[in-house]
Nanobody, 120 residues
Framework: VQLQASGGGVVQAGGSVTLSCDVS??????IGWFRQAPGKEREGVSG????????YYADSVKGRFTISWDNVKNTVHLQMDALKPEDTAVYYC????????????????WGQGTLVTVSS
C-alpha cells in the first residue's frame, strides 16, 4: 500500500494551500499528517480517525489548519490557512489502525511527502 500525498507548492505568508492524501486501498485506518522542516525532526501536525469523528492538531497549527475526509475519493485533506514561513516543510501523511502509534509518529504506511514553501 502506498499513500499518495499531493498539493504542495510555494505560497506567500498569509496564504492557503490544501494538501491531499490518497488512501485508496485502506479501510478503517486513522490518518495523520506530519512535517519535517530542514534541520529539524519530524513532528506531528494533525490527525483524523477513520470515521472522522475525532481530529487533533498540534498547538502550532490550531485554528489555522483543518483536516477532513473526502469519503467519495477516499482522500484526507489538510486545509492550511494563514500560513507562516515557519510552516515551510515537507509534509507527509501516514496511516495506522492504532491511534496511539500514529500520534507517536509510527504509522504503518507513509506517503512520499510533498513540499510546502511559505515565502515571507
Amino acid at each position: 500500500v502506498q499513500l499518495q500525498a499531493s498539493g504542495g507548492g510555494v505560497v506567500q505568508a498569509g496564504g492557503s494551500v490544501t494538501l491531499s492524501c490518497d488512501v485508496s486501498g485502506l479501510n478503517n485506518w486513522d490518518i495523520g499528517w506530519f512535517r519535517q522542516a530542514p534541520g529539524k525532526e519530524r513532528e506531528g501536525v494533525s490527525g483524523i480517525t477513520s470515521t472522522g469523528d475525532k481530529t487533533y492538531y498540534a498547538d502550532s497549527v490550531k485554528g489555522r489548519f483543518t483536516i477532513s475526509w473526502d469519503n467519495v475519493k477516499n482522500t484526507v485533506h489538510l486545509q492550511m490557512d494563514a500560513l507562516k514561513p515557519e510552516d515551510t516543510a515537507v509534509y507527509y501523511c501516514a496511516a495506522d489502525t492504532d491511534r496511539s502509534r500514529l500520534r507517536s509518529g509510527l504509522g504503518e504506511y507513509w506517503g512520499q511527502g510533498t513540499l510546502v514553501t511559505v515565502s515571507s
